[in-house]
Structure formats: C-alpha cells, structure tokens
C-alpha cells in the first residue's frame, strides 16, 4: 500500500537557521515520483519539485534542496538560512506509475519561522 | 498564463442541499484532480479525469459526490444532500499529463450548517 509520513506536526525557527522537513514513504512500485508542496497561508498549493525513482541525484534550487534515498525511501527538504516568507505547511507527496498520477499526500508540517 | 479557477472561492449551505462546484484548468492541460483538505482527513484524492478516458473515481467519499468534465475543460464536482462532514475545502489541480506536476486552485470553501 502507499503510505507517506511526516512525523514533523510542526517546527519553529529563528530566522537564518536551517531546517529539514522529513517525509518517508511506502510503495511497492518500482517507478514513482515524489514531489514537495508548499501551502502559505493564502491556501493555495504550491509546486516546488518532482524527482522520479530512478534520479537519486540531489537538488539544489537556491536556499532549497532536497535529498532523496531510495535506501531509506525518505524524500527530505532543507531549507538554509530560512526567512520569515518561507512559513507554510509543506507537504510531500507520492505518484505511482501503476496508478493515475493522483497525488497520495503527507500530512503536512507545518514551519514557523520567526524574525 | 491563467493558472487553474475555481469557483465559487466559498459555500456556505445547509445539509441535505445539493452544491456544484466548478473548476477551470489551465488551457492545454488533458490532466484534471479533484482533492478534499479537511482538519481530520488531511488532502484526499477524489477523482481524476485524462482525456477521454474513463475517470478514476477511486477517492469518491460516497454515492453522494459526482464530477464530469465536459469538452475535456472545464469540470463540475456535485454533492447531492450535503452532510456537515462534507464541510472541507475543495481543491481542483491540473497538468499537462498524469504523473506531471499538478497546479492547484485556490480551492472551494464548503461550509454545511
């Protein structure tokens, strides 16, 4: 069955710390994707990146990355030096390739970072 | 470009009414989700349309809830005899493909008294 866990509710920080959110998953598909949202609180859902099972590669986009192992199926999200705008629930999420693309999410953590 | 519409941003109903709830994706995208996020549930899958393909309405709560989409656009969720439980906000997604990255709508707020 495919199942993702965020065992952080909730995390707050200072500004300028660094903060990993975790997000573990469950499938028996070989070929998946693993994606991170994130939901400000204006509500709307924001993509921030895909990687597909076979591109264990890490990914760096500014003061976000995000380091996927398949060893320990774990898809976590570092945000360095966190700013105030960065608060938001962020939720990870898992595709299927055996199944219609619908997104199985997290149940969110959500970051407070304050000034 | 126009990201994906909903409407109406909120609903307030009493129970036992029905509700329609709308969604325009993004023009070119074959690929429509609808998604529930509530307090206890968290986001939910409902259903998903591709094309003229056969949607999946694997996450659909109950016989209650319906959805087509028409000219492979824009789609309706319909909820006959809203309960209070059905009180969540609705989310409409969209993308080029399935297993591409949906975007979102800034969601329906469905209140049932």
């Known amino acids: 069955a495919q199942k993702v866990t965020q065992a952080q509710t909730e995390i707050s920080v200072v500004e300028k710390e660094d903060v990993t959110l975790d997000c573990v998953y469950e499938t028996r598909d070989t070929t998946y994707y693993l994606f991170w949202y994130k939901q400000p609180p204006s509500g709307e859902l924001v993509f921030l990146i895909r990687r597909n099972s076979f591109d264990e590669q890490n990914e760096i986009s500014g003061r976000y990355s995000w380091n996927f192992q398949k060893s320990t199926s774990s898809f976590n999200f570092t945000i360095t030096a966190s700013q105030v705008v960065d608060s938001a629930v962020y939720f990870c999420a898992l595709s299927e390739e055996s199944n219609t693309g619908k997104l199985i999410f997290g149940q969110g953590t959500t970051l407070q970072v304050k000034p | 470009g126009a990201g994906v519409s909903q409407s109406p941003s909120n609903k307030v109903t009493e129970k036992g009414k029905d509700v329609e709830l709308r969604c325009d994706p993004i023009s070119g995208h074959t690929a429509l989700y609808w998604y529930r996020q509530s307090l206890g549930q968290g986001l939910e899958f409902l259903i998903y349309f591709q094309g003229n393909s056969a949607p999946d309405k694997s996450g659909l709560p109950s016989d209650r809830f319906s959805a087509e989409r028409t000219g492979g656009s824009v789609s309706t969720l319909t909820i006959q005899r809203t309960q209070q439980e059905d009180s969540a906000v609705y989310l409409c997604?969209?993308?080029?493909?399935?297993?591409?990255?949906?975007?979102f709508g800034d969601g329906t707020r469905l209140s049932i008294l």
């Open positions: 997604a969209s993308s080029l493909w399935s297993r591409e990255p949906q975007h």
